[in-house]
């Protein structure tokens, strides 16, 4: 079974996406399961995971709703204020909802690049486990410090790094963020997602060798084991169409074993979401 283990839904509002730039103009429209549903059927994607892109409760219902409508929604990544004084309240509340697997906060966009190490976000990540909820890390490069310590602090967490955690493609520059992942891959609870990586690079220049030296270095250091497909549709339709990025990520792992690249298209989703 393949899954698609990272994309969005949306109905566009320009306030609340205001992230979504005039330079987007692609992506500044409704998104919904009726318009992702025969993309994937067509490139014989079987179900996905629905991320959060709103930093709302609504955002979670939202999700939740349209996972509850449609069967190949296999699974959902919400968003709740784990820094809220009554985080256990509110997770003992979610915890109810079987299609709920995990939240997600948009750390990238948060000023403090320590942020993930604030006592009273750590005490949320911490409620997570008691419900058995995941975590994904959603951050920049330059956040990745903070990042190194954070994994050390939760060994019995599962976490997941989404979209290799933004490297430069457009440079080239590899070495620290690379020394960095690699630190991180030790923790064996961190899983990586090979998501989001042509909305990293050059639009409208990429080519599928850009990729090859940083997946090189995630699936040295994370192995086939700890790597999950995901599209970051249709945040990906800025610079490829949703076949041109299943492509780069099965291309490349073309060459692992049968059983390698199908934990890597779906299994390691299956098994870290519990889809």
Known sequence: MIIDAHQHFWQYDPVKDAWIDETMEV?????????????LEAHGVHGCVAVQADQSEKETAFLLDLANKHDFIKGVVGWVDLRS?????QLAHYAQFPLLKG????VQGEPDPMFLLRDDFCR???ALGQYDFTYDILVYPKQLPAVVEFVKKFPNQRLVI????????KSGDIEIWAAQMREIAASPNVYCKVSGLVTEADWNNWEPGH?????DVVLDAFGAHRLMYGSDWPVCLLAAEYGEVKDIVT?????????EQQKIMGGNAIAFYHL
């Open 211 to 215: 990729f090859q030296p940083f997946l």
């Open 124 to 126: 949320g990540i911490l």
């Open 162 to 169: 989404d979209h290799l955690a933004k490297p430069d493609f």
């Open 27 to 39: 992506i500044r429209k409704d998104f919904f399961p009726e318009h992702l549903q025969p993309v």
């Open 85 to 89: 004084h009554d985080i256990q309240e």
């Open 251 to 259: 291309n490349y792992f073309s060459t692992l074993s049968p059983a």
């Open 103 to 106: 939240f997600r906060h948009i």
